[in-house]
């Protein structure tokens, strides 16, 4: 006996999924600049950047946005035709 095969869910829209990144950018850097700013205020603005992104960008690639991708996937989509 053979499943029905079954289409994948359509991605996303840009729009969304800019809505998903900035829900996950911006207090990330917010608390990393909380938690680090502090300890990093007489480093050059390059070197801060560069550490404040070494911290910032795994977190949020890898864990926050699959993590609100997932959550928001049961979210309604507006069809084409709307």
Same mark, same amino acid.
């Given at each position: 006996?053979?499943?029905?095969?079954?289409?994948?869910?359509?991605?996303?829209?840009?729009?969304?999924?800019?809505? =998903?990144?900035?829900?996950?950018?911006? %207090? /990330?850097?917010?608390? +990393?600049? !909380?938690? *680090?700013?502090?300890?990093?205020?007489?480093?050059?603005?390059?070197?801060?950047?560069?550490?404040?992104?070494?911290?910032?960008?795994? =977190?949020?690639?890898?864990?926050?946005? %699959? /993590?609100?991708?997932? +959550?928001? !996937?049961? *979210?309604?989509?507006?069809?084409?035709?709307?």
């Amino acid at each position: 006996m053979s499943a029905a095969p079954t289409t994948p869910p359509a991605p996303p829209s840009a729009h969304r999924r800019a809505f =998903i990144t900035w829900l996950a950018v911006y %207090p /990330t850097i917010t608390l +990393a600049l !909380a938690l *680090l700013g502090p300890y990093m205020n007489d480093l050059p603005l390059v070197l801060r950047t560069l550490i404040l992104t070494v911290v910032v960008v795994p =977190i949020v690639a890898y864990w926050l946005i %699959p /993590t609100l991708m997932k +959550a928001t !996937a049961s *979210l309604p989509r507006r069809s084409a035709g709307a």
